[in-house]
Structures are given as structure tokens and as C-alpha cells.
């Protein structure tokens, strides 16, 4: 086949090539339809083909086009749609999405292929169309456009071409879910009003003779209307003015019949929906209008519960107006009343069970809309909240379920998280059932098998990586969401059920309905929240409630709580695992359960930290004692360098021996890295991600300073009384990087120099054994294997490094930078700070290096390049094998390696003339450099938000695997930890990787600025 240059760029290839490219399935068929005469002269367009591989199914979107253009009356106009296609995007947009999404529109408009003019108008009213317009339009085609046609077909031809713009602007995103299910229910009400009236026009005596008010239920009710759907109504009647009561009853009942004949029928033009009046007083069995006394007498004293439950939804949308407020105005009291209905709550559980219970088997996990997880459980969950609450609070009324849910979360009777997961979650499963109806216009709610189905499912949605896959993902989370939600909220299932649990009956048993949970339905239930191995989590309950004691009494009270907060996390089954560990430890202790019994914010916090990750946990179970500090008000305030010197010094001097007095040191350094860690997942750190990421770097350095500085204290005294005499010279040490920057992260080792200077009249061999013997002992006992997390001290960065000695002198350190140091030792250098020691000492050394790391020359062109090709190796050497170098978040592409090079850099150039240059924090240096006009805010701002990006992921990773790591975790729970600690939600990492990439790829473009002037 002949190659061809498609508009807007020189590639060539063919045509069949093009269209695989653009995701076309059948590549070679969409080429044949490309080549017949109508389209062949915007085979190649562009424009046209990516319009096409935008749509949710580019084959059947070419199809539906094709279709049209044939069936346009003439040449003429198929020149004009086609014209306007190519040349203005808001048609292409819209009559492309629609044709990619909906066959039986696509159909719909090779029958009447003028109505793609219905989507060429953008005004401001086609844009929202009220219930008038939509009357209006739909009361000229009938009355005024088809006058030869009948008026059933009229009816049915000016309905599609509405619900066809409606499909546009839901397709191209103008309107969302929630104007998009408005607007169908609007239509719904203009289309009963026209069928009305033309049964009243050929019933013209029916319609003299009475007042007759449609009243939508159910989903029309409630503005919320899906794209086929039955339409519920109730029909309310009075006779007018000297008219027989009888008789007008009799006319109404025809005009009522009629109109829904005129909806429901097959003609010619098919059928719109079906009227559905079933729930009316006595259902099919009740006649099918009654008067308004006559519905108030039967809801007075024969309704179910259902019923009033069904009314929530009334609203009149045809006929008489007035009759239809009276109405509305008569039975809403009732509503509102309905819950003090003896077992209110339980029929309205029960009847939910009962729907559940009715689809068959087969269908069960395809169920979108009343399966487990489905519509239907977000549906009857805030319905029945609504009717408990709602009689008193009369700003819970609203018939439509997401404004319902909103004001539910408002009024503080749904957590604003659980209600944001509902929204989220119902939002997405109504959208997927829009779609799924969208394609044939069919009534269904079954979610289709087959992979071409669920691939223009996926796309529609907006899912292009992996449709069908995606796809399935999401609806299954969405459906895990839903279900562990109306399990909380419509159920309570484990508050009442595990709160009594029955071991000699090897079950729960719930108080809501008295009937008795077995071991598999509970452990259903545990699946429903969220945990991945049900029956083990059944096993710990077991454990920990077991017994007729106090203590199994109170872990019984608090169980149902705990396993709602467990099931928040990313891990419930960890935390679950390790709340029985914590109790099995700390049970007998008085304090413990009372604590958590009567402190809430201690048990919530505890089941937060628990199920956070590993670090934290692990940090408790090492001494679990450390619960107490949830219980105090200010127990989870990282304490301040004096109160951690005072403690560490007050602990080493109470031990007898260097050993026992660094394991104190330990000790309270292991629960300060507790109380940070836990702090630090609760978001106690901070109002910020960048508050938070300072105030953990603040906490971690100075937990570590003082565990060095007591360490230091306890091996000189250990050194002096085995030797005699004190110690023959100067100590301090000098902290490195992170560490010297106050910004460690949890996985950080605290790099360090070791200087020290002999006493006057001291033996310089002697002094350097001695200082070596403190330095190495005090090296070796903070990482002595033991119950603490060990201290690691690295002096790596020590002249001539690990081949150099671990200790100099301060004058041999004058005699090597002097002769021997290069520039990355400068860089080095910018971040040494004293922590522990000889203050003088280390002020002396801060005066030596001053000027190596502030040049008063800045740096010269060749240290310019010597820094710029140690970069270049760095980037190219250190970044690990096979790791990403877009979300590595210490050697990759904007990570902190990038922003700490651009920062340094300017403090060497700088840092002697600009003062605010002279510190070792790097957010400190940026703001220093924006004051100085070295670096502009915006440039200031990406290598800012990059850094503290990078550190919290490094933090997260941390804290939820319990070891240290510069990428995102692969294994999914992880990754998810990880995710919800940096206020990801559920289902959302992502997104969490895509927005590091974002911002990590700014900081690269202002580092390559600033170190290599690109």
C-alpha cells in the first residue's frame, strides 16, 4: 500500500500502520471504511484520525461516522459534516465520543442523520439545559417539526435526539455524573409531560374532567436518573369542578394509562423506557390512580416501610403542579416519621438482604448495581441514615443520594473520609453503569465478560495504559470501598457483632437483628473490611476475647473499634497481628486496657501506628510499654535538645560501665525514634509536608546528637579510669551531611568526623591512641547487637576516606586540606557542624574549614567543571542497577542529590559574600539565595518541593517496610503504605508516583540551570 504523510508532520507509514498506532482493533477493516469515496479524501487527516484514537472505541466510532455520512440526504451535506467535523473540535469532539461510546445512538443517527446538527450549538443553554428547555425542545419537534409524523414516533425521535446531546456533554466531560444524571431525569419529566399531553389530546374529554399529577420515584425522583432505566411514578388525581368523582377517577386512569403506553410502547422508532407504577398503594394490585385522600388513608395505616422509604424520592414532574405540591406537601411528614416505626431498622436491613439474596447466583460478582459493593449498599446505607436523622434534622432531606451523602458528611453524622470514599466510589460505579447502558441503550447492569466490551468500558473512563485490566482494578476497589463502608455504616457488623462474641458458640453474634453470625460469616465480613486473611484475623480475635475475665470483657469493647481503624490502613491484618502482640505483652498490666478503654484518642492512635508499616511497630515491641506515651496529652511532641541531654546524661551516669551507660542511651533514643515515627504517621510533625520533613530532621538530629554525645561521655570516662589519668587530649565530633543539615531521615546513618587535639605537653602518639581507642569503642557499642535499633556512625567522608586514619588531630587536618583537599571535599564541608565534645574544638575546626567551604573568590572556572564532571560520574556510577531514574529519590533525575548540588554550588560562589549562604540546612540556603537574588522564587520553589518530596518518600518507605530505601516499594501493600502516608488515597499510588515524576522533573530542569547553565 502507498505511503502517505499525515498532516501536521513528515513520519510516513501506512495506512493500516496509522491506525494500530491510534489503538483501531481491526485496523484493516477501519482502512476499507477510510478508503470508500465519502471519507476517502480524510483518510489521512490527522486531526480526524487522533479525534477517532481519542474515542472510547475507535472502530466503532469510524463505523458510526461511516454510517452517517452514507445515510446524509445528499452530497451537499455530507460536505458540511464533514467540513464542520474536521474544522471545529467541539462537534468532533462530541459527535466522535458519542459514536465511540453508544452503537445504538450511532444507529440512531443513520436513521436521522440530520439530528449530528443537535451537537454543533454550544450556547449557554445547550451547555446545562434546564426541565424547560428540554420541555421546550421537546414541544416544538413533536408539534411543530413532525407534523405528519404519529406522535408516539415523535415522541421517540425528539427524546433521542435530547439524550444524544446529553451523551455529548457527558462524553466530552461538560457536564458530570451528577448534571448528567439531572438532566436525564429532566428529560424523563419533559417526556411524561408531552406524553400527557398528547393522551389529553386525543382524550380530550379525559383530560376536561379531572386533575391528574405524575410523581417520579426512585431514581427520576431523585434527579439521578441513569440512561435506561424504568421510570417509577405515582399517579394522584381530583375531579375538577362539577365533575363526578367517579368519573373524573375513570378519565384519569385512561389519560395515566395512556401516557405510559406512549412511552412504553414498541413503534416503529422503538421505545423510550417503560413507565413503572408499581409502587403505588398495593402495588400491581391497587388501582393505578388514586385520589389524595385516598393515598393518605392507605399510607396512614397500611404502608411497609419500604414505602416510606420509597417516598424519600417523590417529586411531581407532570401534570397538575399543584395537585402534585399538595401531594408531596401531605406525605413527606410521614417520611420523616417512618423510623420510629417499631423495627424500623431492621426491615430496611432485612429488605436490603432480601434484594442481595434475589440475583442469581451466576450473576452475583458482574452485578453492578444490587450486588455486595454496588450501588445499591451506597444507596440503602444513606437512605437509612437519612430517615434515622432526618426527622430532626431537616437538612438531611434531599432526594438526591450524593447531595444526601454531602450533607450526611456536613452534618457530622458520616466521617468526612468514609462520605469522600462513598462519593468517589459511587461516583465511579455510576459512571461505569452510564457507559455500560450508553452502548446499546439496553437496561442492564451487569458488567460485560467479554474483552472488546470491557476494553471501550476502561477507555471511556479514561483508562489508556491497560483498559480492561484498569478497569476491573478499579471497580473491584471501588466495590471493596463500598462494601467495607455499608458493612460500617447500614450494618455495624463488627461494632455489635464481634463486641459479643460467642466462643462457645464459634461465632459472633450481632444484637441488630438477634440472629447468630458463624465463624464463615464473620470472617465474610473481616473480607469485606479489608483483610486479607480473614481467618487468621478470626484466630486473633478469639485470642484476645477469649475468657469470662475483665480482661477479655474490655478487649471485647474495644475490638469492634480497633478493627474499623485497622481496616482504614493499607495493612489491616498487621495491625490486627500486632495489637494481640502488644496485648499479649502488656495485658496483665492494669494500666493498658484501661488506657485505651477510656482514652480514644489513645486507642485510635494506637491502631493507627500499628497498622502504619513496620518501623513503628516494631519500635513499640521492642519495649511496649511505650503505649503510655498515647495516652498524654503532649506524648507524641518530639522532646527538645535540653530535655534529651539532661535525660542521656542522667542515664549515663547511673550505669557502671561504658556498655551498660551507651544501652541507656539506646534505650532512650529507641523511644524518642518511637515517638517521632508515631507522631510522624498520626501528622502530628506538621501543618505541611515541608513543616512535617523539618521537624522529623529536627527530632531524628537531635535524638541522635545526644545518644552521641552521652555515648562519647561514657567511653572517655570508661578510657581515663582504665587508664588512670584523664585523657590525654580534646575530643569532638563533627556531624556530616544529612546529619550536620539537622535533616536525617529514619534510615539515615550519622556521618561524622573525628577530631582531636593533645593536651599541652601531651605525647601526640599517645594522644592519637587514646582518641582512636574512645572513638572506635564508642563506634562499636552503638551498634552492638541488641533489643535498640543500632546507631551506625560512618566517618567515610574522613580525609583519604576509609584508607585514611578514623581520627586526626586539627592541625593534621589543617596539613591535609591544605596541601591535599579537592573540591568535592569543599561541597563535603558545607554541611560539617560540631554535635558533640570539646565546644571550643569544635569551633576551632568550624574556623578552619570557614574558609575552604566559603571561598572569598567563589569558584574559579576550573573547580567549576571539576564539580560539574564529579556530577556527571556521580549520576552515572551511583545510581543502582536497574533502578528508575525518575523516582530514584536520591541519585535520580530531580532527586536529592540534584537539589543539594544546585544548593551547594551556589554556597560555594556565594557563601562568603551572602551570609544567609553560611548554613547547613538546605531549605535555609534556598531562602538565603532567593533573598540575594541568586535564584528566582519560582525556581526556589521546584527544588524546595522536590527536596521535601524526596525526603517523605524516603521517610515513608522507611516506615512502612522498616528498612531504608530510595525508591517506591514494588510490593503492592507497601506501596500502598507508603501512598496513604503521603495522603494518598486508596487506590491512588499511581498518582503518588506520577506527581513525584512531575515535580521531580522541574527540580531537574532548574538544577541543570544552575550547575551546568542549560
Excluded at 491510534?22 to 476517502?40: C, I, M, S, Y
Excluded at 466510589?425 to 452502548?439: D, M, P, S, V
Amino acid at each position: 500500500m502507498a505511503l502517505e504523510t499525515e498532516r501536521g508532520g513528515a513520519r510516513r507509514s501506512s495506512p493500516v500502520g496509522r491506525l494500530v498506532r491510534r489503538g483501531f482493533t481491526d485496523p484493516e477493516a477501519a482502512a476499507l471504511r477510510l478508503a470508500e469515496p465519502a471519507l476517502a479524501a480524510h483518510a489521512a487527516d490527522s486531526v480526524l484520525l487522533d479525534a477517532l484514537a481519542a474515542t472510547a472505541d475507535p472502530d466503532q466510532a469510524l463505523k458510526g461516522l461511516a454510517g452517517l455520512v452514507e445515510a446524509c440526504a445528499d452530497d451537499a451535506e455530507r460536505h458540511t459534516l464533514l467540513d464542520t467535523l474536521t474544522t471545529a473540535k467541539p462537534l468532533r469532539d462530541r459527535l466522535l465520543g458519542v459514536l465511540g461510546a453508544s452503537a445504538a445512538l450511532g444507529e440512531h443517527l443513520a436513521r436521522h442523520p440530520h439530528d449530528w446538527h443537535e451537537l454543533v450549538t454550544f450556547e449557554l443553554h445547550d451547555i446545562h439545559p434546564g426541565p424547560e428547555e428540554f420541555v421546550r425542545r421537546l414541544y416544538r419537534h413533536i408539534w411543530e417539526e413532525q407534523p405528519g409524523i404519529p406522535r408516539a414516533d415523535a415522541l421517540r425521535t425528539g427524546y433521542r435526539r435530547l439524550l444524544l446531546s446529553i451523551a455529548a456533554r457527558d462524553l466530552t466531560g461538560t457536564a458530570d455524573l451528577g448534571q448528567t444524571a439531572a438532566e436525564l431525569a429532566d428529560l424523563a419529566g419533559a417526556t411524561l409531560q408531552a406524553a400527557l399531553d398528547v393522551a389529553a389530546e386525543e382524550d380530550p374529554d379525559a383530560a376536561r374532567a379531572c386533575r391528574l399529577a405524575v410523581v417520579a420515584m426512585g431514581k427520576c425522583g431523585g434527579r439521578e436518573l441513569n440512561y435506561v432505566s424504568d421510570v417509577d411514578v405515582v399517579f394522584v388525581s381530583e375531579p375538577r369542578e362539577d365533575a363526578d368523582p367517579d368519573v373524573a377517577l375513570k378519565a384519569a386512569t385512561r389519560l395515566a394509562a395512556r401516557m405510559m403506553r406512549l412511552c412504553s410502547d414498541s413503534t416503529r422508532e422503538g421505545t423510550i423506557w417503560q413507565v413503572d407504577a408499581n409502587l403505588r398503594p398495593e402495588g400491581k394490585n391497587g388501582p393505578l390512580v388514586r385520589t389524595l385522600a385516598s393515598h393518605l388513608a392507605y399510607y396512614q395505616r397500611w404502608a411497609k416501610t419500604w414505602e416510606f422509604q420509597a417516598l424519600l424520592k417523590a417529586r411531581p414532574v407532570a401534570g397538575d403542579a399543584e395537585l402534585g405540591r399538595q401531594y408531596l406537601d401531605a406525605v413527606s411528614p410521614m417520611v420523616w416519621q417512618a423510623s420510629q416505626r417499631e423495627n424500623f431498622v431492621q426491615d430496611v436491613q432485612q429488605m436490603r438482604r432480601r434484594v442481595i439474596e434475589a440475583i442469581p447466583a451466576g450473576e452475583v460478582e458482574r452485578e453492578l448495581k444490587l450486588g455486595p459493593g454496588g450501588l445499591r449498599d451506597v444507596e440503602f446505607s444513606v437512605q437509612l441514615l437519612q430517615l434515622v436523622h432526618g426527622r430532626t434534622d431537616d437538612t438531611l432531606r434531599s432526594a438526591t443520594t450524593l447531595t444526601a451523602l454531602a450533607d450526611l458528611s456536613a452534618g457530622g453524622y458520616v466521617g468526612r473520609a468514609d462520605a469522600a470514599a462513598l462519593d468517589s466510589a459511587y461516583r465511579f460505579l455510576r459512571t461505569l453503569e452510564h457507559r455500560i447502558q450508553l452502548f446499546q441503550l439496553r437496561r442492564t447492569h451487569l458488567v460485560p465478560t467479554g474483552e472488546q466490551d470491557l476494553r471501550r468500558l476502561g477507555r471511556s473512563l479514561g483508562l489508556r495504559a491497560d483498559p480492561q485490566a484498569e478497569l476491573l482494578a478499579e471497580w473491584k476497589r471501588h466495590g471493596r470501598e463500598v462494601r467495607r463502608l455499608h458493612e460500617k455504616l447500614f450494618y455495624r457488623p463488627l461494632l455489635d457483632a464481634v463486641a459479643h462474641l460467642d466462643l462457645e458458640e464459634a461465632g459472633l453474634t450481632t444484637r441488630l437483628d438477634g440472629t447468630a453470625l458463624s465463624a464463615e460469616a464473620a470472617q465474610a465480613r473481616l473480607a469485606a473490611l479489608g483483610y486479607r486473611a480473614p481467618a487468621d484475623a478470626f484466630r486473633h480475635l478469639q485470642a484476645l476475647a477469649n475468657g469470662v475475665s475483665r480482661r477479655a470483657a474490655l478487649q471485647r469493647t474495644l475490638l469492634p473499634v480497633m478493627l474499623g481503624w485497622f481496616a482504614e490502613s493499607a495493612d489491616p491484618d498487621a495491625g490486627l497481628l500486632g495489637f494481640r502482640k502488644v496485648s499479649d505483652s502488656l495485658g496483665s498490666t492494669p494500666w493498658y486496657l484501661r488506657l485505651l478503654r477510656d482514652e480514644g484518642a489513645a486507642a485510635e492512635n494506637l491502631a493507627r501506628i500499628l497498622s502504619s508499616g513496620r518501623l513503628a511497630p516494631d519500635l513499640l515491641l521492642r519495649a511496649p510499654e511505650s503505649v503510655a506515651l498515647l495516652g498524654d496529652s503532649d506524648g507524641l511532641v518530639p522532646r527538645s535538645p535540653q530535655m534529651l541531654d539532661r535525660e542521656v546524661a542522667s542515664a549515663v551516669g547511673r550505669a557502671d560501665d561504658a556498655a551498660a551507660a551507651v544501652a541507656a542511651a539506646r534505650s532512650v533514643r529507641r523511644r524518642e525514634l518511637f515517638r517521632t515515627a508515631a507522631a510522624d504517621v498520626l501528622g502530628r510533625l506538621g501543618d505541611t509536608p515541608a513543616d512535617s520533613v523539618e521537624a522529623a530532621g529536627l527530632a531524628l538530629t537531635g535524638l541522635n546528637r545526644a545518644t552521641l554525645a552521652g555515648a562519647l561521655a561514657a567511653c572517655v570516662a570508661a578510657a581515663e579510669a582504665a587508664a588512670g589519668e584523664p585523657l590525654p587530649t580534646r575530643l569532638s565530633v563533627i556531624a556530616m551531611g544529612r546529619f550536620g543539615g539537622h535533616e536525617l531521615g529514619y534510615g539515615s546513618d550519622a556521618d561524622v568526623l573525628f577530631v582531636h587535639d593533645p593536651l599541652p605537653g601531651a605525647a601526640e602518639t599517645k594522644a592519637s591512641n587514646a582518641a582512636r581507642g574512645v572513638f572506635e569503642e564508642l563506634r562499636r557499642l552503638l551498634q552492638l547487637p541488641s533489643t535498640e535499633p543500632p546507631l551506625v556512625v560512618d566517618a567515610d567522608l574522613r580525609p583519604e576516606g576509609r584508607q585514611g586514619p578514623l581520627v586526626r588531630t586539627i592541625a593534621s587536618y589543617a596539613a591535609y586540606y591544605r596541601r591535599w583537599s579537592h573540591t568535592w571535599e569543599s561541597q563535603a564541608l558545607l554541611r560539617a557542624k560540631p554535635v558533640a565534645g570539646d565546644t571550643a574544638l569544635g569551633e576551632e575546626f568550624v574556623t578552619l574549614i570557614d574558609p575552604m567551604r566559603y571561598p572569598s573568590a567563589g569558584l574559579d572556572a576550573a573547580e567549576l567543571r571539576e564539580i560539574r564532571r564529579i556530577k556527571a560520574r556521580v549520576e552515572a556510577e551511583r545510581l543502582p542497577r536497574g533502578a528508575d531514574p525518575t523516582t530514584h529519590t536520591k541519585m535520580g533525575r530531580g532527586g536529592l542529590a540534584d537539589v543539594e548540588w544546585a544548593v551547594q554550588l551556589l554556597q560555594l560562589q556565594h557563601g562568603h559574600a551572602v551570609a544567609g549562604l553560611r548554613t547547613t540546612r538546605t531549605l535555609r540556603a534556598l531562602g538565603a539565595a532567593v533573598e540575594a537574588r541568586l535564584l528566582d522564587a519560582d525556581a526556589a520553589e521546584a527544588l524546595s518541593a522536590a527536596w521535601v518530596q524526596a525526603t517523605r518518600v524516603r521517610n515513608a518507605v522507611m516506615l512502612v517496610r522498616g528498612r531504608a530505601g530510595d525508591s517506591f516499594p514494588a510490593e503492592p501493600r507497601e506501596l500502598a503504605g507508603v501512598a496513604r502516608y503521603l495522603g494518598y488515597g486508596a487506590g491512588h499510588a499511581g498518582e503518588m508516583v506520577d506527581d513525584y515524576r512531575r515535580t521531580a522533573r522541574l527540580a531537574r530542569e532548574v538544577m541543570e540551570h544552575v550547575v551546568y547553565g542549560e
